[in-house]
């Protein structure tokens, strides 16, 4: 098509072109607030990522999003292009950086190195600081509002749901219930402490693969339930590879009481930034046959890879089986006869001495 858009937002084609300038290539991913594509840019002659707005039926159109967006430039935010209207139509748009995939994506099925989950944890809190800086609550900060640039690094966008801060720094409530907290839930109000928790959240995901408030393949409604009853899992027994003191820092960051919580998303940051680190840097594995956990640890110094995997026997009860990366078992580092659980535990105390 040429100097038009389908009417229906999702339903373009490859091929497609929008206001006579931008072909599509591919779809990118879809939010709340419409569906983001990778596209050429005819005038320019680069690629960019075009955000197509669904109308909101019963509302005016704004440029909110962009507005902030241009506002709060920030080497940990990302920016915008341009914003317009498709040709012929009432449908806004706006153009930004191509990102090479959200941290939904990245940190799935079992989490990144702890070591990337901070540094990324970090970068999503001197972003978010600087929304904060400007009187506004961000209000859906999750790994799929996180997009990685072609160096690496982290920016977090989609502000389609940010808001100015009231005289008590609260704006009505909004959200993702993966990473929401409790009292937004509670109170219908969103403030500085529940944007902190839901960055607390969205690192616990980082290193782990799933929510405080369940694995990724939770149903909303159960997902709701499990916030509403305080039903929260705890990082060191999901990913007991994790130090205790990064442990520290994520829970605090995820406190039931929003005064417990670090007081700013820049004072989190910093937080993650002190903690300290197994001297090998482990990662949870996809699973070996007949395995419930698996764990792979990197070389530390003379010390040779290692691998960890937790596995139950008929009987229900669980082991703990160390192997080298020659495959030479090291027998006197093997737990066997435990609870399920023990198991957390077990694994804890062995990634500090491995």
């Known amino acids: 098509m040429s100097g038009t858009v389908i009417a229906q937002v999702g339903n373009r084609q490859l091929g497609n072109r929008i206001s006579d300038r931008y072909q599509v290539l591919e779809r990118l991913g879809r939010g709340a607030s419409g569906e983001v594509y990778r596209v ?3 005038h320019l002659h680069t690629e960019v990522a075009l955000k197509l707005f669904k ?9 909110d999003e ?18 317009d209207i498709a040709g012929g139509t009432d449908i806004r748009y706006l153009t930004m950086p191509v990102m090479h995939g959200d941290l939904e994506s990245a940190a ?24 904060h800086a400007a009187g506004l609550l961000h209000r859906d900060v999750k790994p799929g509002n996180a997009f ?13 749901l940010a808001a100015r801060m009231d005289a008590a720094g609260r704006a009505a409530m ?15 109000m969103c403030s500085v402490a529940s944007d902190v928790y839901s960055l607390a959240a969205t690192v616990f995901y980082l290193l782990s693969g799933q929510y405080p408030n369940g694995p990724l393949s939770l149903g909303q409604a159960a997902r709701r339930d499990r916030v509403l009853n305080d039903q929260f899992d705890k990082l060191r027994n999901v990913a007991p590879h994790i130090s205790q003191s990064l442990g520290s820092v994520v829970e605090r960051g995820l406190s039931k009481d929003p005064a417990a919580r670090p007081s700013s998303a820049h004072d989190f940051a910093n937080q993650l930034a002190q903690c300290s680190h197994h001297r090998r840097p482990w990662r949870r594995t996809a699973t070996h046959d007949g395995h419930d956990q698996c764990f792979e640890g990197g070389a530390a110094g003379a010390a040779r890879e290692v691998s960890v995997c937790a596995l139950r026997d008929i009987r229900g009860r669980s082991s703990i089986e160390v192997r080298h990366a020659t495959g030479r078992r ?14 957390p ?9 491995l």
């Open 55 to 63: 109308p909101t039926p019963g509302q005016a159109a704004t440029w």
């Open 108 to 131: 799935a099925p079992f989490g990144v190195a702890a070591a990337k989950a901070v540094h990324w944890g970090q970068q999503l809190g001197y972003g978010l600081e600087r929304i």
């Open 174 to 188: 909004a959200g993702t219930f993966a990473t929401v907290a409790p009292e937004v839930l509670n109170t219908g």
């Open 330 to 343: 090291m027998r006197q580092r093997e737990k066997s006869g435990l609870r399920p659980d023990q198991v």
């Open 40 to 42: 050429e840019d005819e």
């Open 345 to 353: 535990a077990a694994l804890r105390s062995l990634f500090r001495g």
């Open 66 to 83: 962009a507005q902030v967006l241009k506002h709060l430039q920030s080497q940990y935010l990302l920016g915008v292009y341009n914003a």
């Open 148 to 160: 990685v640039d072609t160096s690496g690094d982290v920016l977090l966008g989609d502000l389609g």
